[in-house]
């Protein structure tokens, strides 16, 4: 029951009870009565959407049983709004780990809207302290969305949006992110179409930011981004752990990062593997490690660096006392190559080398020599290596390649090049043809589809042209590949 007599001091707290006509108090009421039921509806109408766990007009495959609470740390009924507003069921995963420290999302299909819900509940969530969101198409609108919390967030350390196509808006709105946060340490957004005029956005910040592992690993960054990142990788001062493999760095841009890597004063760990470096990188390479006493882990290999490359490299081995682990495999040194890194290792009394990595490189009997050398002056080190060329017959790929062609006469090799060669300059990177191949479902491991890339090459080039396969049979240009590939490797041993 309303009380008629404290109604009326509400509505109207100026006048006596008395002064008001009965007519006029049954309507004042009236009016009151209505008000309030309106706001009680409205005050509680979030809190009733949320504690629902279904609804007539809303389908979901999830039985929810919400706790009311004042404050709703974990962000659930901001998600469950979310959702509902946006038409999308939520994601039970999420809704069942919101208060644990770390929410695994890959390949969950999010989209931008699914993303823009779980942004939303975790802008105020304390419990959540890494984030990964790999493969879930976010975009860049996605991007947008995660960004934007990350501002406001000041729990989560740890965030992995790789593979989420992220494109140039996405560059922009977490490198304007990474000016504010101070609390994240490791970002990961390997494989998400960056290229040179997205580095910008990174490369103030990387200078100032507090990361300390940052992964911008399978993009497009060629040697203008290289330009860019090779200063601030000599200005920063927190990261430890950086990964540019799988880019385009070459000419300028290589020896840019490899100056960075000189400069650097506490990066531990660095994989600019699969690149162009060429002997030109590591010639600069060469005197980042006479100069850097903090990296122990480096990561060199597939970038086309050949015996003079290696020489250049040694003559850094030869005095650093920091390097731990080292792979330079799958580059075109030789065995003649390879020695000069096994000598240059032996030479250097202070080397704290574990691991070293020269798989690929043919052992003749001077690098086998070499091999016993090394690991008698250096008994802590383990070599990475192929077994001695004697009584081994070295596998053929291309071989392999023509018999499963001969099953699947369907397959046309001409076909997957073109679709790939984006230039259409009749050439197409080997970084690139890996990762087509691996689509087009070639029957290799990882590293048979190495090898077998290598011998298509035959030339130790960055690229592949497969103009000589234009109104050839292609079983024809295979042979032809693979002679060539013979001949080159044969000099190379006797060299």
């Known amino acids: 029951m309303v009380d008629v007599m404290a109604s009326k001091q509400e509505v109207f707290p100026d006048i006596p009870p008395e002064s008001i006509p009965v007519e006029d108090e049954q309507k004042t009421l009236r009016s009151a009565s209505i008000t309030t039921k309106n706001d009680l509806l409205n005050m509680t109408n979030l809190d009733a959407l949320a504690d629902s766990p279904t609804s007539d007009s809303y389908d979901t495959d999830l039985e929810l049983e919400e706790e009311k609470s004042d404050y709703d740390a974990s962000g659930r009924h901001v998600y469950i709004n979310q959702c509902k507003a946006l038409n999308i069921i939520p994601v039970s995963y999420f809704l069942r780990n919101m208060q644990q420290s770390e929410i695994a999302m890959p390949h969950h299909g999010l989209g931008p809207k699914g993303t823009k819900a779980i942004a939303a509940a975790l802008i105020s969530n304390t ?7 790999a493969d879930n198409a976010l975009q860049g609108e996605g991007g947008q969305h995660i960004a934007s919390m990350l501002r406001e967030n000041c729990y989560i350390t740890v ?3 790789s593979e989420n196509g992220l494109s140039t808006l996405g560059a922009k709105v977490i490198g304007e ?3 504010v946060n101070v609390n994240l340490k490791e970002v990961y957004l390997r494989g998400n179409n960056f290229t040179d005029r997205d580095v910008e956005y990174f490369a103030e910040v990387m200078k100032e930011f507090r990361l300390t592992h940052f992964d911008l690993s399978c993009n497009g960054i060629g040697e203008k981004g290289g330009l860019l990142l090779g200063p601030a990788i000599a200005a920063n001062e927190s990261l430890e752990y950086l990964n540019l493999a799988w880019n385009n760095l070459r000419r300028k841009g290589a020896v840019a990062v490899a100056n960075g890597l000189k400069n650097n004063v506490m990066l531990k760990q660095c994989d600019i593997s699969w690149n162009g470096f060429s002997d030109q990188g590591a010639a600069a390479l060469g005197e980042a490690l006479r100069n850097n006493t903090i990296l122990v882990s480096l990561n060199i290999s597939h970038n086309r660096i050949t015996a003079d490359g290696a ?3 040694g003559k850094g081995l030869e005095v650093n006392e920091a390097l ?11 065995a003649a190559g390879a020695v000069i890194i096994l000598e240059s290792i032996k030479k250097n009394s202070s080397t704290v080398l574990t691991d070293l990595n020269i798989k690929n490189v043919r052992v003749d009997e001077d690098l086998n020599n070499s091999l016993k050398a090394s690991m008698s002056a250096h008994p802590n080190l383990k070599i990475k290596h192929q077994p001695p060329m004697e009584g081994r017959k070295q596998p053929n790929p291309i071989a392999s390649l023509k018999e499963w062609l001969g099953h699947n006469k369907h397959f046309e090799l001409i076909e997957v090049f073109k679709r790939f060669d984006e230039e259409e300059n009749m050439e197409v990177s080997k970084v690139v043809l890996f990762g087509a191949f691996q689509q087009a479902n070639l029957p290799f491991d990882k590293k048979n589809m190495e090898l077998l890339i290598d ?17 050839v049979d292609q079983i024809e240009w295979l042979d032809e590949r693979f002679k060539i590939y013979n001949r ?3 000099q190379q041993a006797t060299a």
């Open 177 to 179: 992110m990474l000016h």
């Open 311 to 313: 020489k250049l490299i």
């Open 127 to 133: 419990s959540v302290l890494k984030l990964n969101l």
């Open 159 to 161: 965030v992995d949006l």
């Open 488 to 490: 080159n490797h044969s």
């Open 324 to 334: 731990r682990h080292f792979d330079i495999s799958h580059n075109p040194i030789t």
């Open 455 to 471: 011998q298509l090459d035959g030339e130790d080039k960055e690229v592949i042209s497969y103009g000589g396969l234009v109104g």
